[in-house]
């Protein structure tokens, strides 16, 4: 099946530092990727659509100039969280649409956020 | 306002009976549907997907119904065992053309041996 895979798995860096998260689909190619975020108990909340070649969607509510998005290739999206703050810890999952009659997305392991 | 509802944060059942999860939405209205399984530190993984028109879909042990009318789904795994223990989201498709998934937080299952 498809396969998305994320690194870092876990990240833990310094109040005001940028974070590059990335995201591959490994065995096809996506011509979209979707970047949400995850707070303990709580449900995965769409950050934003990443199209190749293009600029990002970002959901309401979200900084664009905060959360950096790169969908430069099919097989690979990028999410920078600039100057990181402790309230930006979290779950950051990306997932990969394939394109066809279910539109089915596949997503990756995450990657765990924690801002000192 | 648009809200999609996971029936209970957590449910716990024992080994060998059906587990039964509702997911129910409001001012909504999905092209598909979607069930997930998570589990602790980990991403999302596709279970299920059932369309408008579809009433119920099957795998294995898994089923899944969709009442549009009640907007509504049931999402019941049979013969329960312990590996059945995890997280299960339901998301909704708003529409064909990649829009992405709308989640709900989930509901966790327990199964006891």
């Known amino acids: 099946g498809a396969v998305v895979s994320q690194h870092p798995s876990w990240v833990i860096c310094k109040s005001g530092t940028s974070v590059k998260i990335e995201c591959r689909s490994l065995?096809?190619?996506?011509?979209?990727m979707f970047w949400y975020r995850q707070f303990p108990k709580q449900s995965l909340m769409l950050m934003a659509t990443?199209?190749?070649?293009?600029?990002?969607?970002?959901e309401q509510g979200v900084e664009k100039d905060k959360f950096l998005i790169n969908h430069a290739s099919l097989t690979l999206s990028t999410l920078t969280v600039t100057s990181a703050h402790p309230e930006d810890s979290s779950f950051y999952i990306c997932?990969?649409?394939?394109?066809?009659?279910?539109?089915?997305?596949?997503f990756g392991p995450g990657t765990r956020l924690t801002v000192l | 306002s648009q809200k999609i509802e996971q029936n209970s944060e957590a449910l716990n059942i024992q080994e060998g009976k059906t587990a039964t999860l509702t997911c129910n939405y409001t001012?909504?209205?999905?092209?598909?549907l979607q069930w997930y399984r998570q589990d602790p530190g980990r991403g999302p993984v596709f279970l299920l997907l059932?369309?408008?028109?579809?009433k119920e879909k099957r795998k294995e042990r898994l089923k899944v119904t969709f009442d549009t009318t009640l907007k509504q789904s049931l999402f019941h795994i049979t013969a329960s065992q312990p590996a059945d223990s995890a997280t299960y989201l339901c998301?909704?498709?708003?529409?064909?053309?990649?829009?992405?998934?709308?989640f709900g937080k989930g509901t966790t299952l327990s199964v006891s041996s």
């Open positions: 059932i369309r408008e028109n579809e």
């Open positions: 998301a909704l498709l708003i529409n064909q053309a990649g829009t992405a998934l709308i």
């Open positions: 065995d096809f190619q996506a011509t979209t």
């Open positions: 001012n909504y209205s999905p092209a598909y």
């Open positions: 990443s199209n190749e070649g293009s600029k990002a969607t970002y």
């Open positions: 997932s990969a649409r394939l394109a066809g009659a279910n539109n089915e997305q596949f």
